[in-house]
């Protein structure tokens, strides 16, 4: 049986939150891996930008976009079976961590472009080269499709209707997604931490 991921738990977020967005504590390190700076993407040198709605918005999902390039660096580095060891208080893996962290972004793109609900299953992406031709494509994606917005998109109320919801303006929903995303990552992050403690040997 396929596994669908990020199911109605990601878009609760929205619905449970004041105007889609939400505030979130992150633990800033982890033994002696500093994650509060692998999580925020402005560590990695922000891009410089006028100041608008529209441009503020899209340097920070190029911000997004670098973090999570840092992050994959990290991933590349694991073996398949780390990769799919649980990890972290719900005991998911660095896998599938990754997958509902792409399948977030995917699900909003085409929803908000294309006016579709699309879920990514599990099974269709066993590989970290499948995974990443998913992410490239998707990062593509969203890059054309900030492109194309105005001022008014941003303002205007999305129906939210697939999840018996209350409409929620277009920015704060694409707000929420680089929110998201930097979520997955502290958690993923701290996976790789912890598979880190269990895996290498410490030599007295």
């Not at 997004?64 to 580095?77: F, T, V």
């Not at 590989?127 to 001022?151: C, F």
């Amino acid at each position: 049986m396929n596994k669908w991921i990020g199911t109605k738990e990601v878009l609760m977020t929205f619905i449970n939150s004041e105007n889609g967005l939400v505030a979130m504590e992150h633990n800033s390190k982890y033994g002696d891996i500093d994650f509060h700076n692998l999580w925020n993407p402005a560590s990695f040198g922000s891009t410089e930008c006028l100041q608008s709605p529209i441009n503020d918005l899209t340097c920070a999902f190029e911000d997004m976009y670098r973090a999570n390039h840092h992050l994959w660096s990290c991933i590349s580095e694991l073996h398949t079976e780390q990769l799919m060891v649980g990890v972290g208080h719900e005991e998911a893996s660095i896998h599938s961590l990754l997958l509902q962290m792409i399948t977030n972004e995917n699900l909003w793109i085409n929803y908000l472009w294309h006016v579709e609900v699309e879920y990514l299953r599990e099974t269709d992406f066993p590989t970290l080269t499948k995974i990443r031709l998913e992410l490239d494509a998707l990062e593509a994606e969203m890059r054309d499709y900030l492109s194309i917005l105005t001022l008014t998109d941003l303002e205007q109320k999305v129906n939210l209707s697939f999840v018996d919801a209350s409409p929620l303006r277009l920015g704060a929903i694409l707000w929420q997604v680089i929110d998201d995303a930097a979520s997955y990552r502290t958690q993923i992050l701290a996976g790789i931490h912890q598979l880190c403690v269990h895996v290498i040997p410490h030599t007295e």
